[in-house]
């Protein structure tokens, strides 16, 4: 009996320690406020605010996570040659349906791409039928 209880108390204590491991890998993130649901991939995510995160041993992988911790989204980007010092998010609009593109954020490490979905191509397909164009949609990140 003795030896369970040392073994519960040692995994417990593992378990403890990979969290604060993870978070002080993610030394780069950005916050921004996104007044519109928007897609992410192919997930569509709620107006709210957002911390975004990259980890320092694969930038390019990185978590979306939302301030009241309802959504966390984990996503595959490309690296962007250009940049920002001021940061913004790049959101590509399809009439009422807005797809993240790009962060865009030197200071906090993330010049990052979002590669495009299903749900936008059907979108684009919708709106060039009606011969409309798309318009880029930017916001400050905090």
Request: hydrophobic share 40%.
């Amino acid at each position: 009996m003795k030896h369970i209880t040392v073994f519960v108390i040692a995994v417990c204590l593992l378990a403890s320690f990979a969290p604060s491991s993870t978070v002080s890998a993610q030394v780069h993130a950005a916050t921004a406020t996104v007044p519109f649901n928007f897609n992410v991939g192919d997930r569509w995510v709620p107006a709210g605010t957002y911390i975004m995160t990259s980890d320092m041993s694969n930038p390019k992988v990185i978590f979306i996570r939302s301030k009241d911790g309802k959504t966390t989204l984990l996503s595959v980007t490309q690296s962007e040659d250009r940049g920002s010092d001021a940061g913004k998010l790049v959101f590509t609009k399809y009439g009422d349906q807005y797809f993240l593109h790009e962060i865009l954020c030197s200071l906090c490490g993330m010049n990052v791409a979002f590669p495009g979905s299903k749900h936008e191509k059907l979108a684009r397909t919708r709106l060039e039928a009606g011969l409309l164009n798309p318009t880029d949609v930017y916001l400050a990140l905090k």
